[in-house]
């Protein structure tokens, strides 16, 4: 069984490794790509930076100075904040009084690879917006700061939800989600990692997969770039959607795009369970 996850190459990480070679009603999967949308750093950087070194405490404004007591909190939602960062100078120094959270182990790897020096907190289970403002709250009861770079297609969930619990959040655009491929030079992912690979299809391409093919909607934009793609129609016998998370799940309802299911976890498990339920 063919399974396409709409991302890069570049992105590939746990969630292709869980599910290459993993077996669905005695069918042997084969993952490949399709690359829908793509990653840059806004046309003016200059916020990010300023935002960076906010959180730093260093360029001296009413942030005031860096406490010591952990509460000045750098809040990470997914691998591409951290390469934003990256691209805009962090070398991955935490400050002292200073600490990082990462939604999961995906940005928290990209973090490692980064240079990060501190051990960010991830939220214990739920990792959802509800679920890492939960453990913040339970961390600072009365609040803390928050510095939160984000997409320019993040919702304010997370934001509103934090300062709903006595913090203070300062938010910044980290980078925009486009359709793919971004514009050289801007790009935040290895363009050279999609060269050469046999197993990325492109959209123009899907009307030729096996009939069957699962495709797996990696996140809103993704489903949205579907739509945008013109191949809603191929939904069906040709292709079978999965979606990842619920405001996927949303969106496709929202876009008429019909759903084998929704992967109850956010990696090769949670796939797993919708096409083996569905087999």
């Given at each position: 069984m063919r399974v396409l996850l709409t991302r890069q190459p570049a992105q590939a990480g746990d969630l292709e490794a869980g599910l290459?070679?993993?077996?669905?009603?005695?069918?042997?999967?084969?993952?490949?790509?399709?690359?829908?949308t793509d990653f840059a750093l806004p046309d003016d950087d200059g916020p990010l930076r300023a935002l960076?070194?906010?959180w730093a405490g260093a360029d001296g404004d009413a942030a005031g100075p860096v406490r010591s007591d952990g509460s000045r909190w750098l809040v990470l939602t997914s691998p591409n904040t951290v390469r934003a960062l990256r691209a805009v100078g962090w070398d991955g120094h935490v400050p002292a009084g200073a600490r990082v959270a990462a939604t999961g182990p995906g940005t928290a790897r990209v973090l490692t690879e980064a240079g990060c020096d501190a051990a960010p907190w991830l939220p214990p289970e739920d990792r959802s917006a509800e679920g890492l403002i939960a453990g913040l709250a339970a961390l600072h009861p009365r609040g803390a700061r928050a510095w939160l770079p984000q997409s320019d297609r993040a919702r304010p969930r997370l934001a509103d939800g934090l300062r709903a619990a006595g913090w203070d959040v300062r938010t910044g655009l980290a980078y925009?989600?486009?359709?793919?491929?971004?514009?050289?030079?801007?790009?935040?992912l290895d363009g050279a990692a999609d060269e050469g690979r046999g197993d990325v299809v492109t959209p123009a391409r899907l009307a030729e997969v096996a009939a069957g093919t699962a495709v797996v909607l990696t996140s809103s934009s993704a489903a949205e770039e579907f739509v945008a793609a013109g191949l809603?129609?191929?939904v069906g016998e040709r292709v079978r959607l999965v979606?990842?998370?619920?405001?996927?799940?949303?969106?496709?309802?929202?876009?008429?795009?019909?759903?084998?299911?929704t992967a109850p976890t956010p990696d090769a498990a949670g796939v797993l369970a919708v096409l083996r339920a569905a087999a």
């Amino acid at each position: 069984m063919r399974v396409l996850l709409t991302r890069q190459p570049a992105q590939a990480g746990d969630l292709e490794a869980g599910l290459a070679g993993t077996e669905v009603a005695g069918r042997r999967l084969r993952v490949g790509f399709l690359p829908l949308t793509d990653f840059a750093l806004p046309d003016d950087d200059g916020p990010l930076r300023a935002l960076l070194a906010d959180w730093a405490g260093a360029d001296g404004d009413a942030a005031g100075p860096v406490r010591s007591d952990g509460s000045r909190w750098l809040v990470l939602t997914s691998p591409n904040t951290v390469r934003a960062l990256r691209a805009v100078g962090w070398d991955g120094h935490v400050p002292a009084g200073a600490r990082v959270a990462a939604t999961g182990p995906g940005t928290a790897r990209v973090l490692t690879e980064a240079g990060c020096d501190a051990a960010p907190w991830l939220p214990p289970e739920d990792r959802s917006a509800e679920g890492l403002i939960a453990g913040l709250a339970a961390l600072h009861p009365r609040g803390a700061r928050a510095w939160l770079p984000q997409s320019d297609r993040a919702r304010p969930r997370l934001a509103d939800g934090l300062r709903a619990a006595g913090w203070d959040v300062r938010t910044g655009l980290a980078y925009r989600t486009v359709p793919y491929p971004a514009q050289a030079g801007r790009r935040l992912l290895d363009g050279a990692a999609d060269e050469g690979r046999g197993d990325v299809v492109t959209p123009a391409r899907l009307a030729e997969v096996a009939a069957g093919t699962a495709v797996v909607l990696t996140s809103s934009s993704a489903a949205e770039e579907f739509v945008a793609a013109g191949l809603t129609p191929l939904v069906g016998e040709r292709v079978r959607l999965v979606a990842i998370g619920a405001p996927t799940r949303d969106t496709c309802a929202r876009r008429g795009l019909p759903l084998l299911g929704t992967a109850p976890t956010p990696d090769a498990a949670g796939v797993l369970a919708v096409l083996r339920a569905a087999a």
